[in-house]
């Protein structure tokens, strides 16, 4: 029986297969606030068969969003927004999952198609927060060095977005502690210089991951999973590394965290990243093999054999896909044919199963 197609039981919820959408920024919203476009794109993404369909990175706060186009759950009339897409993607058999997220210094950006680097106060942007005042990149935006009022804040809004989203009907949720985003800031030495008890030593520069993520098991419902995404390597001198990742994810572990979703990068511009299928595969792997707990693997993952086989050979227990369902939304419903699994296909579409 093919692996992809097994459910995943994590806490009291259960995945109908190893399938989930990896969260992908869509740059539609106004205000923050979901429309039809989020609905048709998730929606769809629940009709071609994905078991979890995960919102892009949802802001918990206005400064937190990377564009002014993002998601966000910091309001009553964004949740609403939400529920209706919950509804309908629970409605196709697919679990919604949400990420939540705060951009930090990589916040305040137009989105890609409009131009890349800092937004101007001019043109609607705004000054971003980080752990330190160091920018980005040449050109971006210096970010103001949070204090500890500001960081308490920022675990707060946390707790109020995911209870949000679990009002909303949300049953993952999902912290974004990578790819440069001011979690992940907060835990590399290279964009990290405090001097308190948020900076220098590995217990300090993972402090603040570790305080989101414990205040937001603590509100959870116990049978909803909580998972983190996290960059397994800066792949930059002097960032944060492979081991750093084994040692946070045995800490996540003890603090409830159900799956580490391990991706990589986005810290530095212009990283060498020796890009391939499954390049990400083995950090979820050894995450997997030495903290001990489901992992989700990420990247370049395009095919049903190579996703079979990631799980048969136990290097993860889900398989996020992002741009391939960009590509064909319907990849799973594929994928469960040429696997010779089985799996729900909408009974309207039915006429259509060979
Ligand atoms: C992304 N990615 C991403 N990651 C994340 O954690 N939160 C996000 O909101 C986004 N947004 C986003 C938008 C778009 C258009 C793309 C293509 C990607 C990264 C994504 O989730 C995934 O990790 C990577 O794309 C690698 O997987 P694939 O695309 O090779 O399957």
């Known amino acids: 029986m093919s692996r992809l197609f097994q459910p995943l039981t994590l806490r009291g919820l259960t995945l109908p297969n190893r399938i989930a959408v990896s969260p992908m920024c869509q740059y539609q919203a106004k205000d923050g606030v979901a429309n039809d476009w989020h609905l048709v794109h998730l929606g769809g993404l629940a009709q071609g068969g994905a078991g979890l369909v995960m919102t892009e990175a949802t802001a918990v706060v206005p400064e937190g969003r990377i564009s002014p186009d993002d998601l966000g759950l910091w309001n009553e009339a964004q949740a609403e927004a939400l529920a209706r897409i919950v509804h309908f993607i629970a409605s196709q058999g697919a679990v919604p999952g949400i990420q939540l997220a705060h951009a930090g ?101 993972t402090r603040l991951v570790r305080e989101v993520v414990g205040a937001l098991r ?76 489901p992992t989700g693997a990420v990247g370049l993952i395009t095919d049903a054999e190579q996703a079979e086989q990631i799980l ?21 419903l594929r994928a469960a044919k040429t696997l010779g699994a089985d799996v729900a296909w909408p009974v309207s579409y039915l006429r259509a199963r060979r």
């Open 105 to 205: 210094r990589k916040a305040s950006n137009p989105a890609p198609w409009k131009g890349s680097g800092s937004l101007s106060l001019a043109a609607g942007g705004w000054t971003p927060t980080a752990p330190s005042a160091l920018p980005f990149d040449e050109g971006w935006t210096v970010p103001t060095a949070l204090d500890e009022p500001g960081i308490l804040a920022i675990i707060e809004a946390f707790m109020d977005a995911a209870r949000r989203a679990v009002a909303a009907g949300f049953r993952v949720i999902e912290v974004h502690a990578a790819h440069g985003y001011l979690l992940h800031q907060f835990l590399s030495p290279l964009s990290n210089q405090r001097t308190d008890a948020y900076g220098g030593s590995f217990e300090n520069r």
């Open 218 to 293: 603590n509100i959870l419902p116990e049978e909803l999973p909580l998972f983190t995404r996290i960059s397994a390597t800066d792949w930059a001198e002097g960032g944060w590394t492979l081991d750093q990742s084994v040692a946070l994810a045995k800490e996540l572990k003890d603090l409830g965290v159900d799956l580490v979703d391990c991706s990589s990068g986005g810290l530095v511009p212009r990283a060498e990243i020796p890009l391939g299928p499954g390049y990400q595969v083995p950090f979820a792997a050894r995450i997997r093999a030495e903290a001990g707990l």
């Open 312 to 332: 048969a050979q136990d290097s993860a227990d889900l398989i996020l896909l992002g741009r391939e369902l960009l590509r064909d939304p319907r990849w799973p």
